[in-house]
């Protein structure tokens, strides 16, 4: 299914590689399910040896639908998304920011899964945020026909995340505001709790380490780098002006580098990989 959306979207055909990052799947087994698709008459393939590529049959009775479907499958989804940016944005600062977590964040959900909204209150009296935030994702539920979980929460919450919660909520999907990992750390220059100042120095060094992990994911999997370009894509519409200009430089990076150059420029200790590590739209992995 997520092959057949990737073509069904495509203009142009897609070779094997870039068809596993876009489809978000493991690249060993693309050219398993290409065959399927292909011994089916569903797909065909254009070119020969390294060139090949692949593209959904026009003569296929239900090309057209099939890309109708994908298309407002798509719309939908966006929609939605911006239904919920609107509904958090409407209660102002008392909703520090938003993000949808679990397998709807993941691309991993099935029928029936609910979309598990997450918001950052900003005030521990929370009672008419929740009351408010409800009422208007019941509507969201009646017009879409998709479930929502609300979860409000607070600094101190997330202060409180064991390691391998954080690390779930790292692949959390941003709707409104900063990404949730903005709120994981003191800023460098905030005294931490043990009233000792955390230096730059200390900041970039952990930031290198982060580099380096996703330096070597991209290595093992190297559509790490298409799953980092579409969440910049959904982060744009939620972006500050100046978190705009930080994504438009890394979707430039991500979208004209070979994936080694990309690894070199995360762990380059220079003045720009210093820079850019500060804003890296990468979530780490486990090996």
Do not use: C
């Amino acid at each position: 299914m997520r092959v057949l959306r990737v073509l069904a979207l495509e203009s142009v055909p897609v070779g094997l590689a870039e068809l596993a990052e876009l489809a978000e799947l493991q690249p060993r087994g693309m050219k398993r399910v290409v065959d399927t698709l292909e011994d089916a008459g569903i797909v065909e393939s254009v070119g020969r040896g390294s060139r090949k590529s692949y593209r959904i049959r026009a003569q296929v009775p239900f090309v057209n639908a099939l890309q109708t479907l994908f298309v407002q499958e798509r719309e939908r989804a966006k929609t939605v998304l911006g239904e919920l940016h609107n509904i958090v944005q409407s209660h102002g600062s008392t909703a520090r920011a938003a993000w949808i977590e679990g397998p709807v964040a993941t691309g991993e959900d099935r029928m029936g899964d609910a979309i598990v909204l997450v918001v950052l209150a900003s005030d521990s009296d929370d009672e008419a945020l929740r009351r408010n935030l409800r009422a208007r994702l019941n509507d969201i539920q009646v017009r879409f026909d998709v479930p929502v979980e609300l979860r409000v929460v607070h600094q101190a919450d997330l202060e409180a995340l064991r390691p391998e919660d954080r690390a779930v909520l790292d692949q959390a999907r941003s709707v409104a505001g900063p990404p949730p990992r903005h709120f994981l750390d003191p800023l460098p220059d905030t005294p931490a709790r043990s009233g000792e100042t955390r230096s730059h120095a200390g900041r970039d060094a952990q930031l290198l380490d982060r580099a380096l992990a996703i330096a070597a994911q991209i290595a093992r999997d190297p559509s790490t780098i298409g799953r980092a370009k579409r969440w910049i894509e959904e982060r744009r519409p939620v972006a500050s002006p100046s978190e705009q200009v930080e994504l438009q430089e890394w979707y430039d990076i991500l979208t004209t580098m070979s994936p080694g150059r990309v690894r070199r420029l995360l762990t380059q200790t220079g003045e720009r990989g210093t820079r850019l590590r500060q804003s890296m739209p990468f979530v780490e992995e486990a090996p």
